[in-house]
């Protein structure tokens, strides 16, 4: 006979494992779970911890953070918004929009990022790899002058 008491445990294991799935109700999967071809729900919020232009011609330079120049990234299944504030405003605009990440690595946690970025109306091309708890996201000829973009997010 199953009494309240193990109708409610049973109740909140139940919740517990669907919560802990690895698959989103889109079926996304998570970085750790996602095979080569898969979509990849990168849901979080993140914090930028490095930003280094990389410049066609061997030249680099690093954004730095601190309290007045930040950035967050958060990430919902299939939406983004950047914010920033200080110095980095002027190289990672305010901006939200859709994304979509795919693995295409057969041998690591990473693939390709689309991001459309609803205020530009624009549809911008990354590379991206995570590995514990960083997103880094890679924009080769990330200015249109194939100079390239590095960036590293800490989630939150």
């Known amino acids: 006979m199953v009494t309240k008491r193990h109708a409610v445990l049973l109740l909140l ?7 802990s799935s690895s698959t989103s ?21 993140y914090s930028l911890s490095t930003f ?3 410049s066609a011609d061997g030249g680099s330079w690093s954004q730095s953070t601190d309290a007045n120049n930040t950035a967050t990234l958060t990430l919902t299944a299939g939406a983004y918004t950047l914010a920033s504030t200080g110095a980095l405003t002027q190289t990672l605009s305010n901006t939200h929009g859709s994304y979509t990440a795919t693995d295409t690595s057969s041998s690591s946690q990473g693939g390709t990022l689309v991001l459309y970025d609803s205020v530009a109306a624009k549809t911008q091309n990354y590379l991206y790899s995570y590995s514990n708890n960083t997103l880094t996201v890679s924009a080769p000829n990330g200015d249109g002058n194939g100079n390239t973009i590095v ?5 939150q």
């Open 13 to 19: 294991a139940a919740i517990v494992a669907a919560c």
């Open 25 to 45: 109700p889109n079926g996304e999967q998570s970085p750790s779970n996602a095979k080569q071809g898969q979509k990849v729900n990168l849901a979080g919020t």
């Open 52 to 54: 280094t232009f990389d």
């Open 151 to 155: 960036t590293a997010w800490a989630k």
